[in-house]
């Protein structure tokens, strides 16, 4: 097997009702035990990199780690994904390096923190489809600044995230706009902003309505049915996750983050990309935390992170559950760039669009 385009791969979650999550790396480890997890229950896999990961790992080592999984794990698709992308420049060298995927976000300028005007992110999310789709790649575009409602304002996480107060006209994407955006831009999947946030600190109650409008999304899917839609910082910050990080040592402040049932609404109204950092972080590191308070003597890296591994497996297999991508992976043939060029080329993918919506 190969690697997979997003498009290839949301197209199938779509026909089939099912969501992906998409996990970030940036290390062996993480890669292994995701890999582990989608083996164990037949998932296919999106892999997201940001450019903090990007230049944690560095490229090579990120896009030959990657060559690695694909070559050990023959029987999952997998796609790579560029998460965050501040400019063309960084989804240009993403895909140099082998990404089959990116995300162009234009909601913010190429600082990550000034928040960009629509004809601004509409022109260079243009400009990166027209690139992306000459090889076949895939983007994902972004409308609506992604931050909390409850205190409206962005949760930086490496160095990205938008500076200053926001309104609500901000932090929730306009459902009309959505349309003219997907219309102009041509992407082939679509991030919106409903109120989730990055990071661990996302809600500072149980979400309702109030400061999770999923109604945005349903919204947004009525009027787009065949937009492949992203959900963004939907981390479930689980409470026994929280709870063991803090009983070995850690000091982290009661958090709530999106509870999974609102994460399964959303993939019954298309949302077809799940995107998940905090909660693998933080598997990981209250693994670690455990070793260190349990183990006092111990000085073996891998007696750390083998626990951690273990602790990420399990989590992202239960996300696989949860989404329904278990199951999916063996069917799938990936279609390679080369050939995904040409039906871009001929219209074929966007026809396909159009003559769905009609
Ligand atoms: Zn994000």
């Known amino acids: 097997m190969a690697k997979i385009t997003l498009?290839?791969?949301?197209?199938?979650?779509?026909?089939?009702?099912?969501?992906?999550?998409?996990?970030?790396?940036?290390?062996m480890e993480q890669g292994l035990a995701i890999m582990e997890a989608a083996s164990a229950v037949d998932a296919p896999v999106i892999i997201q990199a940001s450019r903090g990961a990007r230049s944690y790992a560095g490229d090579i080592?990120?896009?030959?780690?990657?060559?690695?999984?694909?070559?050990?794990?023959?029987?999952?698709?997998?796609?790579?994904?560029?998460?965050?992308?501040?400019?063309?420049?960084?989804?240009?060298?993403?895909?140099?390096?082998?990404?089959?995927?990116?995300?162009?976000?234009?909601?913010?300028?190429?600082?990550?923190?000034?928040?960009?005007?629509?004809?601004?992110?509409?022109?260079?999310?243009?400009?990166?489809?027209?690139?992306?789709?000459?090889?076949?790649?895939?983007?994902?575009?972004?409308?609506?600044?992604?931050?909390?409602?409850?205190?409206?304002?962005?949760?930086?996480?490496?160095?990205?995230g938008a500076e200053g107060a926001l309104g609500h006209d901000q932090l929730l994407t306009d459902p009309?706009?959505?349309?003219?955006?997907?219309?102009?831009?041509?992407?082939?999947?679509?991030?919106?902003?409903?109120?989730?946030?990055?990071?661990?600190?996302?809600?500072?109650?149980?979400?309702?309505?109030?400061?999770?409008?999923?109604?945005?999304?349903?919204?947004?899917h009525r009027r787009l049915p065949n937009t492949h839609l992203v959900m963004h910082g939907s981390s479930s910050v689980p409470q026994p996750l929280q709870d063991m990080f803090n009983a070995f040592g850690g000091e982290m402040p009661q958090t709530w983050g999106v509870p999974i049932e609102e994460i399964v609404l959303g993939i019954k109204h298309g949302v077809r990309k799940v995107n998940i950092d905090t909660d693998c972080r933080l598997a990981m590191t209250a693994a670690f935390r455990k070793v260190a308070l349990q183990s006092k003597s111990e000085f073996d890296p891998r007696k750390f992170l083998k626990p951690?591994?273990?602790?990420?497996?399990?989590?992202?297999?239960?996300?696989?559950?949860?989404?329904?991508?278990?199951?999916?992976?063996?069917?799938?043939?990936?279609?390679?760039?080369?050939?995904?060029?040409r039906r871009y080329r001929s219209g074929a993918l966007k026809s396909e669009r159009m003559t769905k919506a009609a």
């Not at 790649?137 to 996480?157: D, N, Q, T």
């Not at 063996?330 to 080369?338: E, G, T, V």
Request: glycine share 8%.
């Open 308 to 341: 951690a591994m273990d602790a990420l497996r399990d989590l992202c297999r239960e996300r696989f559950e949860q989404f329904g991508t278990a199951g999916n992976a063996s069917r799938i043939r990936p279609i390679p760039l080369a050939e995904m060029a």
């Open 61 to 160: 080592m990120l896009s030959r780690m990657i060559d690695a999984l694909v070559e050990m794990f023959p029987h999952i698709p997998l796609c790579l994904h560029q998460d965050h992308g501040n400019s063309e420049a960084t989804c240009a060298t993403a895909i140099q390096h082998g990404f089959t995927s990116v995300m162009m976000d234009g909601s913010l300028k190429a600082d990550a923190t000034t928040v960009a005007d629509y004809t601004y992110n509409v022109d260079i999310t243009r400009r990166v489809v027209q690139m992306a789709h000459w090889i076949g790649a895939s983007v994902e575009g972004e409308l609506g600044v992604l931050g909390s409602l409850e205190h409206g304002s962005s949760e930086k996480e490496d160095g990205h």
């Open 7 to 27: 498009r290839q791969l949301l197209d199938d979650a779509a026909e089939r009702g099912y969501g992906v999550p998409a996990f970030n790396i940036n290390n």
């Open 176 to 220: 009309d706009q959505a349309v003219e955006f997907v219309g102009a831009t041509e992407v082939d999947a679509l991030a919106i902003a409903m109120g989730t946030s990055h990071g661990a600190y996302k809600f500072t109650r149980k979400p309702d309505g109030e400061i999770l409008a999923m109604r945005v999304v349903e919204e947004i």
